[in-house]
């Protein structure tokens, strides 16, 4: 298949036409019932400061039209005096809503208690590493679906974060995260799977877009191939959960009963979901 770059409708549907730059809606909480009450003072006001630096900057200057929502999970675990720094402890979990779930325990930081929060390029902040480090990794993997490999120059962005943590006095866990994202992410043997989410992106494009259900079928039989070669049970996992339902309502939709089938046993992550493929099947031979 051709390369091109597709604006899926379920990631622009409710805003606005004019939008002019990449827009990131977060969704932010903030749990502090971990930490005692005389050491919360200064992240009681975490949640609006947060939002409005998330909101607030331009993550992609060329990207024009793309709007997306970003949840974004803090818990506070624990503090301690180091020096004259207040330092904190917290895990944090972030998602595109689908197939991407980022999950951080080994995390301290220091931030201060009021004022805006800027983004400073070439530096690195304990506490707004980890922020970008979640949203950068969030638009690349949607930018992944939108083109192949669509999202190397936003995966190069979080590379540059993960660099400048390497020489933080708050440096536990960073390295980790650089090499996932260079041995796994990035790594040769990863792009196929990259050109699955693409694929699949595609199909539901056709779907939900177009409404075309011949190419969203055909390019869903081309995903299907590429998920056969690809011999990673992990990954298929969470792209069958990220994906089954609209494969089926596509499949259905072509009366593709043997490929229903195909999938099924393709799908070996989650036996529940075997009398679903096969009531999806009986109703492909049933459909007129």
């Not at 969030?138 to 974060?161: H, N, W």
């Not at 009963?257 to 009398?275: A, K, M, N, V, Y």
Request: proline share 3%; glycine share 4%.
């Amino acid at each position: 298949m051709t390369s091109f770059f597709l604006r899926p409708l379920f990631l622009v549907l409710g805003w606005v036409s004019l939008v002019q730059a990449l827009t990131i809606q977060p969704e932010i909480s903030i749990e502090l019932a971990q930490l005692p009450q005389d050491k919360r003072g200064p992240l009681l006001n975490l949640e609006e400061r947060l939002a409005a630096y998330i909101s607030d900057y331009d993550w992609d200057e060329d990207e024009q039209t793309l709007g997306l929502t970003v949840p974004l999970a803090i818990q506070l675990t624990n503090v301690s005096e180091e020096g004259a720094n207040t330092v904190y402890q917290a895990k944090v979990a972030c998602s595109n809503g689908g197939d991407l779930r980022i999950d951080e325990s080994d995390w301290k930081f220091t931030v201060d208690a009021i004022g805006a929060f800027r983004h400073q390029e070439n530096q690195f902040d304990s506490f707004l590493g980890m922020v970008d480090y979640c949203v950068l990794m969030v638009i690349a993997s949607e930018y992944d679906k939108l083109g192949e490999f669509a999202g190397d120059a936003m995966y190069e962005k979080v590379r540059r974060v993960l660099e400048l943590a390497q020489f933080s006095t708050y440096r536990d866990g960073w390295s980790d995260r650089y090499r996932k994202l260079d041995q796994v992410t990035l790594a040769q043997e990863n792009r196929p799977y990259r050109t699955l989410r693409w694929v699949m992106h595609t199909a539901i494009w056709f779907r939900q877009v177009m409404d075309n259900d011949y190419e969203a079928w055909t390019t869903t039989l081309t995903a299907l191939d590429l998920a056969t070669e690809i011999d990673d049970q992990t990954k298929l996992s969470t792209f069958w959960d990220a994906n089954y339902r609209i494969i089926c309502e596509i499949l259905v939709k072509a009366r593709d009963e043997e490929s229903i089938l195909r999938l099924l046993r393709l799908d070996t992550s989650d036996p529940q979901r075997r009398d679903h493929y096969l009531q999806q099947a009986g109703q492909a031979a049933a459909t007129p």
